[in-house]
C-alpha cells in the first residue's frame, strides 16, 4: 500500500535571509542611533514634542538633570526601545514559526485543461453552458491567486453563482522556449491562441478579465483583437508607474540592468531575486504581515487564509530575460506605458484609441499598484466605468469583502454586456 508523501517544508517567507536583515538592520540601527538624537530635535514639532514628554514622564525622569551621585545612570528610554526591539523580533520569528508550522494545505484539483501552447494551459472552470469569459494574470505570480482555495475562489464562484464560464490562462513555469519569450512572444502567441480558443466556445465575441499585469497583457490583446472582445475588466492594472515611489521604480529598473549578466546566464530571473526586487517598494511589508500573525489564532479561518496566500506568493515563477527587462526596465523605469510608447508587435497600445467598454476597478488600499497608477487607465480609455473598492492588491480577488466588493460588481457589469 503506498504511503501520502508529507508536504515539502515551507521555505518562506522568500527570501528569508533578505526578510530578516531587513528587520533586523531597521531595528538594530534605531537603537545605534539613539544616542546621536539630541533631546531638542523633537521641539520644532509642538504635537512630537507633547507625545515625547509623555514617553519621558512614563519611562523615567529626564536625563538633561543627571545625578551627580550616580554620574552614569541607566537610560530608560534606551532599556525600552531594547525591550521594543527585543519583542519585535520574537513576534517576527515567531509569525515566521507559526505560518511554517501550520498544517494548512491547498486541496483544490484543477479544472480540466482544453489547451495548451508550451508551458501555457487554458483551464475551464465550466459549465459548458455558460459565457465564457478569459481571465488573464500576471506572468510574475502562479494562475491560482484567482483560485486560491475552497473559500477564496474567484473562478469557482463565478463557474457556480453566474451565467458565466470562466476560463483561466495558466502560463506555467518558463521552458527553454519561453525563456526567449518577449512580452509580444506571449501576447501575440499564447494568449492570442487562448482567446481563439476561449471565443470557439461562444457564438459572439467574449469579455476578457486581467489581474495586475495581467491587465496590461488583456489590455494589448484587445488592442489587437478588438473584434473578438466584447468587454475589458481591469483589476489593479497599473498604467503610470511613476505616481509614487518613482525612486524606488527607477532602482527597479537598475536593478535589473545589473542582472544582466544572469540573465544572459540563464535565460530568466529567478524568483527570489524577483521577490527582493519588488519588496524594496515597501521593505517592511513582510515584517509587519508576520508580526500581525504572530498574534493570530493558528486554528482560526484567519491564520488558514493567511497561509494560503502565504504559500502561493512563495510559490512563484521565474520571469523569461526579455520580459523581465521589458516590464522592470521599459514599464517601471521609463514608464513607457503612460507615455505611449509600449508597442507590442507593430502596434502601439494607446488606450485612447481602445473603445471596447471597459470596468477599471482600482482598490484604495493597493500597495503594490498605487490607486492612483490603476485610475490613471480609466482616465484614458474612451469608454471606461471605474470603482474603487476599499480593499487591498490581493485583497480584491483574495480577501473575506471581494465577493460583495469586487466580484458581484463585476459579474453584474459582465452581465450587461
Known amino acids: 500500500m503506498s504511503q501520502t508523501q508529507p508536504p515539502p517544508p515551507r521555505t518562506g517567507p522568500r527570501p528569508l535571509p533578505l526578510h530578516l536583515t531587513t528587520a533586523t538592520n531597521g531595528w538594530i540601527s534605531s537603537r545605534v542611533g539613539l544616542p546621536l538624537l539630541k533631546n531638542a530635535s523633537t521641539n520644532w514639532n509642538p504635537e512630537v514634542a507633547k507625545k515625547v514628554a509623555e514617553l519621558q514622564a ?22 525600552a526601545v531594547d525591550r521594543e526591539i527585543h519583542a519585535r523580533l520574537t513576534a517576527f520569528l515567531d509569525g515566521i514559526k507559526a505560518y511554517r508550522d501550520h498544517p494548512y494545505q491547498r486541496d483544490l484539483s484543477d479544472p480540466p485543461v482544453i489547451w495548451t501552447d508550451g508551458a501555457t494551459q487554458l483551464l475551464d472552470y465550466g459549465p459548458e453552458d455558460g459565457t465564457p469569459v478569459l481571465f488573464v494574470p500576471s506572468l510574475v505570480n502562479r494562475a491560482y491567486i484567482l483560485d486560491l482555495s475552497q473559500r477564496r475562489s474567484l473562478l469557482r464562484w463565478m463557474a457556480r453563482e453566474t451565467s458565466f464560464r470562466p476560463l483561466l490562462v495558466d502560463w506555467g513555469t518558463p521552458g527553454e522556449t519561453e525563456r526567449a519569450y518577449s512580452l509580444t512572444d506571449y501576447i501575440a502567441g499564447p494568449l492570442v491562441g487562448a482567446l481563439a480558443q476561449a471565443r470557439a466556445l461562444s457564438d459572439q465575441p467574449i469579455p476578457v478579465v486581467g489581474y495586475c499585469m495581467g491587465g496590461l497583457l488583456a489590455l494589448a490583446l484587445t488592442a489587437l483583437h478588438p473584434e473578438e472582445i466584447s468587454g475589458l475588466v481591469l483589476l489593479a492594472t497599473p498604467w503610470n508607474f511613476h505616481t509614487e515611489r518613482v525612486a524606488q521604480a527607477e532602482v527597479l529598473a537598475q536593478a535589473v540592468d545589473a ?23 515597501d521593505p517592511f511589508l513582510v515584517t509587519r504581515k508576520f ?13 488558514e487564509d493567511f497561509v494560503a496566500l502565504e504559500d502561493w506568493l512563495n ?3 521565474p520571469l523569461s530575460g526579455p520580459v523581465a527587462r521589458e516590464c522592470m526596465g521599459s514599464w517601471y523605469g521609463h514608464n513607457t506605458p503612460y507615455k505611449n510608447e509600449w508597442r507590442v508587435g507593430d502596434t502601439d497600445i494607446i488606450p485612447q484609441n481602445i473603445e471596447t467598454p471597459a470596468l477599471v476597478l482600482a482598490p484604495r ?6 490607486p492612483a497608477s490603476a485610475l490613471a487607465l480609466a482616465e484614458e480609455l474612451p469608454n471606461a466605468e471605474c470603482h474603487t473598492p476599499p480593499l487591498g492588491h490581493i485583497g480584491m480577488v483574495a480577501a473575506s469583502r471581494a465577493p460583495t466588493e469586487v466580484w458581484k460588481p463585476m459579474a453584474k457589469w459582465l452581465g450587461r454586456l
Do not use: H, W
Open 58 to 79: 512614563a519611562l523615567g525622569p529626564s536625563l538633561q538633570t543627571p545625578d551627580p551621585k550616580n554620574p552614569d545612570p541607566k537610560d530608560p528610554f534606551a532599556e
Open 259 to 281: 542582472t544582466s549578466p544572469l540573465l544572459e546566464l540563464y535565460g530568466e530571473l529567478p524568483v527570489d531575486i524577483i521577490q527582493s526586487m519588488f519588496s524594496a517598494l
Open 291 to 303: 508580526i500581525g500573525f504572530s498574534k493570530t489564532d493558528p486554528k482560526s479561518e484567519a491564520a
Open 315 to 317: 510559490n512563484g515563477v
Open 365 to 370: 488600499r493597493d500597495r503594490i499598484v498605487p
